[in-house]
Every structure is written in structure tokens, then in C-alpha cells.
């Protein structure tokens, strides 16, 4: 007898009160009541910049300062990871983790599959 293949569900996280907003929001609504057999599998992916990037076009000088740039990016990173991890088994829910390069919009507007970007609401002062 064939099983059926559960389906994987995406959330892309960076450093942002927002993203783990939005990390929170797809675990309460789509595996509060489920840890037993989840109804997907959870991806976690984090967009991590190059250090080339941060540093730019600082002119002489930016080779000495990529190493200390990749340093503090991995620690961020890191934290990222941490933080996820947190939030996921407080909801005991298993995670996978990669990390890539990339933005909200350029999946919602290239991805092959639903897309569905969680916002904070705004606050009222």
C-alpha cells in the first residue's frame, strides 16, 4: 500500500522581529495541533549575504576586512538558527535548516508552488 508523501512547507527567516513573526505564525497556524504527524514538513531557510557584499566597494583596505565581515555574518546567522530552533520546539515541531541567499518578493514572484509572505501587523499607538 502506497503512503502519501507530505508535503513541504517553506519559511524563509532573517534577523528581523518580523521573520520570526512570521516563523511563529505559520507554527501556531499550521502545526499547533499536530505534533504527532505534522501536516508538513517544515523547511526553515535563512538569507545569509556574502561578505562581499556588506563590504562593497570600500576601496583599499576591504580584503583585511572580509574575514571579520564573514565572522560577524556567520554569528548572525548563527543566531538566526538558534532563535528558530527555539520557536520550533516550544511548538515540538522538527525542523530541517538551509541557508541561502535570497528575498521574499523574488519568491513570490519565481517560485513554482503557493506563496503566502506573513506581515506583522502594525501596531496602534
Keep these: 500500500?502506497?503512503?502519501?508523501?507530505?508535503?513541504?512547507?517553506?519559511?524563509?527567516?532573517?534577523?528581523?522581529?518580523?521573520?520570526?513573526?512570521?516563523?511563529?505564525?505559520?507554527?501556531?497556524?499550521?502545526?499547533?495541533?499536530?505534533?504527532?504527524?505534522?501536516?508538513?514538513?517544515l523547511v526553515i531557510v535563512h538569507a545569509k549575504p556574502s561578505p562581499s557584499s556588506v563590504v562593497g566597494l570600500a576601496g583599499p583596505g576591504a580584503a583585511e576586512v572580509l574575514p571579520y565581515v564573514d565572522s560577524d555574518l556567520k554569528k548572525i546567522a548563527a543566531r538566526v538558527v538558534e532563535k528558530a530552533k527555539e520557536i520550533c520546539?516550544?511548538?515540538?515541531?522538527?525542523?530541517?535548516?538551509?541557508?541561502?541567499?535570497?528575498?521574499?518578493?523574488?519568491?513570490?514572484?519565481?517560485?513554482h508552488c503557493t506563496v503566502m509572505i506573513v506581515k506583522r501587523p502594525k501596531t496602534k499607538h
Excluded: R
Aim: hydrophobic share 40%; glycine share 4%.
Design 1 to 41: 500500500m502506497a503512503t502519501a508523501e507530505t508535503q513541504t512547507m517553506v519559511v524563509g527567516i532573517d534577523d528581523s522581529e518580523h521573520s520570526m513573526y512570521a516563523l511563529q505564525w505559520t507554527l501556531d497556524h499550521f502545526f499547533a495541533n499536530s505534533t504527532v504527524n505534522p501536516p508538513f514538513k
Design 89 to 111: 520546539s516550544s511548538k515540538s515541531v522538527m525542523i530541517s535548516l538551509a541557508v541561502l541567499g535570497s528575498v521574499s518578493d523574488y519568491c513570490a514572484h519565481h517560485a
